[in-house]
């Protein structure tokens, strides 16, 4: 009996590493095979691999924000479109998140069933990021929009196949909304061929242990999940905190904007209430529930045991409530485009409520990301272009160590794009880039820093549309440490026109010559500055990362950059 449970245990653990492979191998198609560098360079996408009744079982490990995502689409599909919705053959596509779809209108979902015969043993998902969907801007991302109808076009749970064949006329309806329909009707295919590629992965973990075997061993896993954040909160001492974490207030009245959370913890369950939130904005930072679970998600497996197996099985042990009509559990019509800042101020929130209890896990208040849009007609070809870009902050700074600089954090997970492809795919120049001198907070262990990318546009005329958070709030340090420095848009920088750009304002109008430059903000800081060992202070000096001003007044610390010495004073 114990020889049979062994080898049933690891025929189960087989399985389980089987279908991550297949999760990872759809995301490496999706990413080779797609038409956007927003996909194929920067990697903005997810695939996952879903048991027949719609429980996350394995997914590829990119973007947190893309986890809970798919939670509520196939119970979505079903209500729609009846219990007997998933046949062999069906691909459905959606991107309204307020039907179960991504976490905005650009991220576009497609789900297909895998049958073995008769039998749907599971389901396959992929999510990617369109940079063009329609809606008030170029790009699909507007910080001022009134209402999601302003974001794009909204597709509901709808066939976009049935028995394996594309429906050309829905495919068509998308692309035809978009400002780059070739590059929409491209990246489509790539989601259709992960889909079909997952899908045989799947069947060939049928064909090797058989249909029973692959549900029974979904059922374990999910429950081997559960059993795994159980044990791990039960390991925990019960607590009950709550925190709060302030956005840039509201662009249009000016009032305050918050996340607040109390965590509380009984056992071997933790509950997250969001009562107190600031209600629904007229702009794009409202999240929808999706969201917000995938941010409650990401933080109980970063804090509780970051190796937690990613399935929905430690999901259940979690509760999360929040208020209806809320800035992160939004209603229709509210904007949502720029909904993935705020996700990581929820992050920043549930950290700040934990830091007394996960003292060793957590990181100081971080993400101070610029995501820009430049748009226009690229005067080598005449046609549109559209380049999207998120530039990274600085990351915050641990109880033991500085914190990253100019790295995504939590819920964002893509890379840059490189300056090679960006130069050749658009009419734009990289003049600069460089980590910023003292945006990282000061303290025992620095924030990480912010970068500057200055851009010059080679266009005749580009409209650069701007998204951003801490312009006006910082990145809260821990322990006595400070801050972290704000972020900007400069407008031809270090000339006699220069000018910083509210981005409050939404998009400005650039021409020919003109230089953009892209300045983010740095993570704060962990414990007291004066207790910052004076080489270390040296050494960031030297490497520009902390001017010798800033050594004075922050940390304390006389340096003589030329003969290196240095001299702490009171």
Wanted: overall charge neutral; proline content about 6%.
């Amino acid at each position: 009996m114990t020889h049979r449970r062994s080898t049933d245990q690891i025929r189960i653990q087989v399985i389980g590493k089987l279908l991550d492979s297949a999760a990872e191998e759809m995301d490496v198609a999706l990413v080779k095979t797609a038409f956007s560098p927003g996909i194929k360079e920067r990697a903005d996408c997810s695939t996952a691999v879903f048991t027949a009744g719609g429980e996350m079982i394995a997914q590829a490990a990119h973007a947190p924000i893309h986890l809970g995502a798919l939670a509520s689409l196939v119970g979505e599909i079903r209500a729609r479109h009846g219990p007997g919705a998933f046949r062999p053959g069906d691909v459905y596509m959606t991107n309204d998140p307020y039907t179960g779809g991504g976490s905005h209108l650009n991220d576009l979902v497609l789900m297909a069933p895998v049958f073995a015969g008769r039998r749907l043993v599971a389901i396959v998902g992929n999510i990617a990021h369109h940079s063009d969907v329609g809606g008030a801007v170029a790009g699909s991302e507007y910080a001022n929009s009134l209402s999601i109808f302003q974001d794009g076009l909204r597709v509901p749970p709808v066939r976009l196949a049935r028995d394996g064949v594309v429906d050309p006329d829905i495919v068509d309806l998308f692309v035809h909304n978009s400002r780059l329909p070739e590059e929409r009707r491209g990246d489509i295919r790539a989601q259709v061929g992960a889909a079909a590629l997952g899908a045989r992965r799947v069947l060939e973990i049928v064909e090797r242990y058989g249909a029973p075997a692959l549900t029974a061993a979904m059922a374990e896993l999910l429950d081997y999940g559960e059993r795994r954040v159980r044990s791990a909160l039960a390991e925990a001492p019960d607590f009950d905190v709550s925190a709060q974490e302030e956005l840039d207030p509201d662009r249009r009245r000016g009032e305050p904007v918050r996340v607040a959370v109390r965590a509380v913890k009984r056992g071997d369950a933790i509950s997250f209430d969001f009562d107190g939130t600031s209600p629904q904005i007229e702009e794009g930072r409202n999240v929808p529930l999706s969201a917000l679970l995938a941010s409650v998600y990401y933080s109980v497996k970063a804090l509780v045991d970051p190796s937690l197996p990613t399935n929905a099985g430690y999901y259940r042990a979690i509760t999360v409530t929040a208020p209806a009509g809320s800035l992160i559990n939004a209603r229709p019509p509210a904007a949502v485009g720029t909904r993935v800042g705020t996700t990581q101020f929820i992050v920043n929130a549930i950290f700040k409520a934990l830091a007394p209890i996960f003292p060793a896990r957590v990181i100081t208040g971080c993400d101070g990301r610029r995501k820009i849009i430049f748009t226009g007609t690229d005067p080598r070809s005449g046609k549109f272009f559209v380049y999207y870009e998120s530039l990274s902050g600085g990351s915050g700074a641990r109880h033991d160590k500085d914190g990253l600089s100019g790295t995504m954090v939590h819920m964002m997970n893509v890379t840059n794009l490189p300056v090679e492809a960006l130069e050749i795919e658009f009419p734009l120049r990289v003049e600069r880039v460089q980590l910023r001198p003292d945006s990282g907070g000061a303290g025992r262990y620095r924030g990480g820093l912010g970068v500057r990318r200055d851009y010059r546009i080679l266009a005749e005329r580009a409209r650069m549309t701007m998204i951003a958070e801490r312009t006006t709030v910082p990145n809260w340090g821990l322990e006595d440490g400070h801050g972290g420095g704000l972020g900007a848009f400069v407008i031809d920088p270090e000339t006699p026109g220069t000018r910083c750009v509210d981005s409050r304002m939404g998009d400005v109008e650039l021409v020919r010559g003109q230089v953009a430059s892209i300045q983010t903000a740095g993570a704060g800081g962990f414990g007291d500055p004066r207790a910052r060992p004076e080489a270390a202070v040296l050494a960031d000096v030297l490497e520009g990362k902390v001017s010798v001003e800033a050594a004075r007044r922050d940390y304390g610390v006389e340096i003589d950059p030329v003969t290196r010495t240095t001299r702490r004073f009171p």
